[in-house]
């Protein structure tokens, strides 16, 4: 009986001692190759909570800081080890350069030129721009880099990536128009995936029916693109050229199935220095390998918008509904 009640207290000690993660989200390893990437003992850690949507998280090495978009409250966050979550930039999307918006009009994707100024993907502006301060010390005064197609306004951009060459990929769905395909404020009617250089805008493709998170390959000869409509749940690659055209574009993989089922939909991704993918999608972090085999999933408890690697790639932030979580990966 002595041993029993032992044993019990120990469980129960244990079980206090569990760390926040057990309830966020689990490791579902689906292929032995995961083993490189993320250890077996690896928690998912809450860092910080309370937002209306987290999305686009960007490591800012220079700053020694992560900051991210909570887009229905207009605002950018920053979080580092010592303080944990603070405001760095609001407004973020919408500064009331258009009439007046209700929606989520913040800032979504964020990203880097290759100068180090941060670039927004602004729902509010209904377009991309740079920050005109330096990352230290940011203000709300910007500067497009693509504002229309062919005069028109874009829907919302959404997501952004750039390669070494300069060039601004980005893409363009109707989630933050407030009444996104009804509203009398559309001025494109497709969804388009664009680049844009040197100030010129130019469509690479309108066949892509909710197009969201956007990220290159190593080498900047293949692009990937998540597409979150529920109808067709899945990720796409486009092959360039050498002057960033798309020359073939395939089927990377297929989630429509198990989206029906789990939260979520593919939205913003990642590639590490490997090829290995990171990608938001339903149930959480799927993880493919650089042919779209899946390596295994970060399962999560709510619905998730992005991820975003450290600049050694040792640590994976992601950004699921009103949390904002850290998973450490294998050193």
């Not at 798309?246 to 593919?266: C, H, M, N, Q, V």
Request: charged content about 25%.
């Amino acid at each position: 009986m002595k041993h029993t009640i032992f044993l019990l207290l120990l469980l129960s000690t244990a079980a206090c001692k569990q760390p926040e993660s057990s309830n966020i989200g689990i490791i579902e390893r689906i292929d032995p190759a995961l083993d490189a990437l993320i250890e077996p003992d690896a928690t998912v850690e809450k860092l910080a909570d309370g937002f209306k949507w987290s999305e686009g998280p960007l490591w800012l090495e220079s700053e020694k800081m992560l900051i991210f978009s909570d887009v229905p409250a207009n605002t950018i966050y920053k979080w580092t080890e010592e303080k944990g979550k603070e405001v760095y930039l609001k407004p973020s999307g919408y500064t009331g350069i258009n009439s007046p918006y209700s929606g989520e009009e913040g800032s979504n994707g964020l990203t880097l030129t290759n100068d180090g100024k941060l670039v927004l993907c602004q729902h509010g502006d209904r377009r991309i721009s740079v920050m005109d301060a330096p990352l230290g010390s940011p203000i709300s005064k910007f500067t497009p880099l693509a504002d229309n197609y062919e005069g028109k306004k874009f829907n919302s951009p959404n997501d952004a990536v750039i390669s070494k060459s300069g060039t601004l990929f980005f893409t363009d769905p109707p989630y933050g128009l407030p009444n996104k395909e009804s509203d009398s404020t559309k001025e494109i009617p497709f969804h388009g995936v664009f680049k844009s250089k040197d100030g010129k805008v130019t469509l690479l493709t309108d066949s892509v029916t909710r197009p969201n998170g956007i990220a290159l390959f190593p080498g900047d000869k293949r692009l990937i693109v998540a597409n979150s409509d529920p109808d067709k749940a899945v990720w796409y690659t486009f092959d360039l050229s050498d002057k960033d055209s798309i020359t073939r574009g395939s089927l990377f993989y297929d989630a429509t199935a198990i989206g029906k089922t789990e939260k979520g939909s593919p939205d913003g991704l990642k590639i590490d220095a490997q090829g290995n993918v990171f990608a938001s999608g339903p149930g959480g972090i799927w993880i493919f390998n650089s042919e779209g085999k899946v390596l295994g999933k970060i399962k999560l408890t709510e619905p998730t918008a992005n991820c975003a690697f450290s600049a050694d790639g040792k640590t994976l932030y992601i950004t699921s509904n009103m949390n904002l979580l850290r998973l450490k990966m294998r050193s």
